[in-house]
């Protein structure tokens, strides 16, 4: 998988765009509404990642079962993990922890 490639995947989210606002080499993946991110996509030493939130558990979890998670790179480690990509992570399962990232931060209903 290329840059690009998670890049237009993150974009199919409602309301995503694609934001640089450190330097053309970072893509943060934001929410239109609340401007909040949720997948920041670089490169590091030659490595392709991309840095998501998530939940603290799951986070801890996701880390344990795969050896190309870690804690978020520059993030809160508690609450972002930083997925190589390439590595043992199933192409499903990055899905699945992009769909959750994009849930933690996306507007809540009005009651």
Do not use: Q
């Not at 991110?37 to 558990?57: Q, T």
């Not at 499903?92 to 922890?97: S, T």
């Amino acid at each position: 998988m290329i840059k690009r490639e998670l890049i237009d995947y993150c974009l199919t989210y409602p309301s995503s765009y694609e934001d640089y606002p450190f330097d053309d080499t970072a893509a943060v993946m934001r929410h239109n509404v609340n401007k909040k991110m949720f997948a920041l996509i670089a490169e590091r030493h030659g490595k392709l990642y991309i840095n998501l939130k998530c939940d603290p558990v799951r986070a801890d979890n996701l880390r344990i079962i795969f050896d190309s998670v870690t804690g978020g790179w520059h993030m809160n480690k508690d609450h972002w993990n930083t997925v190589y990509i390439d590595g043992d992570v199933p192409e499903d399962e990055l899905y699945k922890m992009i769909e959750h990232s994009y849930d933690l931060i996306k507007p809540k209903a009005k009651k």
